[in-house]
């Protein structure tokens, strides 16, 4: 539970221009909420995620020309694979969710619970494959362990 309220406040803008968090700020957000070792992940593992993927900015969005996909938020959720933004082909839409309900304040009838669930099961499954469609950055975090 504690999961999907922490996966909530990174997904989704406390504001209009979303929130950028400083590492220090987020670590500790994840920390109070019992992240630090959840499923097997450390804190190091998310921040260090967030840094790359967003430089911990909640309302980041980066278009991709190559497959015209879009990632969104702190976590940079990918609209080829695991929501549905409505303009990039072939999305395969893994979540079941609208890229947009993960930047609303208001999520839809969809739930936040369900919509959160959903993508935190999703990326525990692939980060636990290893898949490079969710952590493009592992080398960069496992090299900075050493």
């Known amino acids: 539970m504690k999961a999907l ?20 700020e987020l670590a500790r957000a994840m920390k109070r909420l019992g992240l630090d070792g959840y499923r097997g992940y450390s804190l190091g593992h998310w921040v260090c995620t967030a840094r790359y993927e967003s430089d911990f900015n909640t309302s980041a969005m980066n278009y991709n020309p190559g497959d015209q996909s879009t990632d969104y938020g702190i976590l ?64 960069l975090v496992t090299s900075q362990k050493k």
């Open 5 to 24: 309220l922490i996966l909530g406040l990174l997904l989704l803008p406390l504001a209009a221009h979303g929130k950028v968090y400083e590492r220090c």
């Open 76 to 139: 940079q959720i990918n609209s080829r694979w695991w929501c549905n933004d409505g303009k990039t082909p072939r999305a395969k839409n893994a979540c079941g969710i609208q890229c947009s309900d993960l930047s609303s304040p208001k999520t839809p009838a969809l739930g936040l619970k369900t919509t959160l669930y959903s993508l935190l099961k999703l990326m525990l499954t692939v980060h636990i494959s290893n898949s490079s469609a969710i952590n493009p950055y592992k080398h």
